[in-house]
């Protein structure tokens, strides 16, 4: 790489995902418009589109509206195998949907109040019109991609309801954490697996299949999202701590002060260290962090190791998603362009 961001084929990281979002969301806006009315609000207000009273959003199709990383993920790799990016547009606006019906949910349980510099759709229209927004947003996601009309819309089908489920068995597990004392740092790198890795992985495969790739081509780029997804996940997680507000649209510490058991976190608790335990104790107390435990906390998951940890996972995962990826594309441009955007996605100022 000769700067951040630009490789010595194809386009920069910018110009991908802006590629990607001139794309995806004619094709996205007209399916949201499908959704019944109450619906249709909540799903253009949580996008960026407009505000709560459904006026037009200045925010537009920018921060608000999300980088659209997963839908390039699909059309790069359809590129990849030597298909057309438009013969991968179904399927990069049902993963578009189902990214964004996780998001809905997970805001909820998580208690978020803030996402892409906005107050998040539960605190704006309540959290059971949040819930079944995200609830109308999934199944429209499978009706998008069953209307493709692609030879091998069954076979996609398939792989992106298998990658739902892995999804949702993820966040119910992340869920259950919350109350337990006895995480494992294995059963929360499975937990991120499937909870971020699961449907990048599926991007891939189904950019890959819809673009006539082999069923070599198809694995190997599943493999590459897949670990692509929890080198992304662990960069999340650390963002979640040491984030740059500006940056993440969520406030510093944020992890921490809902206690969430992010990859860190769990790598610090499980450290059987002093500074672990002391982590612990901060942990599995009830009232409120204050804002200097909060610090507290956050020096203590890096003193015992759990940042460099991370970032060291994330960093050996991205180079095994390169190499997975260098064996599976046969166009070197768009090989070169989903590798700029593996860097983006793993970079912690992102």
Not at 122 to 142: E, K, N, Q, R, Y
Request: proline fraction near 5%; aromatic fraction near 4%.
């Amino acid at each position: 790489m000769t700067a951040v961001g630009v490789t010595a084929e194809g386009r920069s990281a910018r110009e991908v995902l802006a590629w990607s979002r001139d794309m995806v969301e004619p094709a996205l806006r007209p399916a949201v418009g499908t959704l019944p009315p109450s619906m249709r609000r909540i799903a253009g207000y949580h996008f960026g589109w407009w505000d709560e009273h459904g006026r037009p959003s200045e925010a537009g199709g920018g921060k608000a509206s999300g980088k659209a990383i997963r839908p390039a993920l699909v059309l790069l790799a359809a590129g990849a195998v030597g298909g057309g990016a438009t013969t991968a547009l179904p399927a990069a606006a049902a993963v578009e949907l189902a990214h964004n019906f996780s998001l809905l949910h997970d805001d909820v349980m998580d208690g978020d109040r803030t996402r892409r510099h906005r107050p998040t759709a539960w605190t704006v229209f309540g959290v059971s019109p949040a819930i079944l927004a995200g609830d109308a947003l999934l199944t429209l996601a499978f009706e998008v991609l069953a209307a493709g009309g692609h030879p091998a819309t069954p076979q996609a089908t398939r792989i992106f309801g298998a990658a739902i489920q892995e999804l949702l068995e993820g966040q119910n597990t992340d869920v259950a954490f919350e109350k337990r004392r006895d995480v494992e740092l294995a059963e929360c790198l499975s937990m991120a697996a499937g909870k971020t890795g699961a449907l990048l992985g599926c991007a891939c495969a189904l950019g890959a299949l819809l673009g006539g790739g082999s069923v070599e081509q198809v694995e190997s780029l599943h493999a590459f999202g897949r670990d692509l997804g929890l080198a992304f996940q662990l960069v999340d997680d650390l963002l979640g701590i040491w984030g740059d507000p500006a940056v993440t649209g969520k406030p510093v510490y944020s992890d921490l002060r809902s206690r969430k058991k992010s990859l860190p976190v769990v790598a610090a608790l499980t450290s059987a260290t002093s500074a672990g335990r002391e982590l612990a104790e901060m942990y599995h107390g009830e009232r409120p962090l204050s804002d200097a435990e909060l610090a507290r906390a956050a020096d203590l998951v890096d003193v015992v190791g759990g940042r460099a940890w991370s970032q060291a996972q994330a960093d050996e995962l991205l180079t095994r998603a390169l190499c997975r990826l260098q064996s599976a594309g046969s166009v070197p441009e768009p090989v070169a362009e989903l590798s700029t955007l593996a860097r983006l996605v793993t970079r912690r100022d992102h």
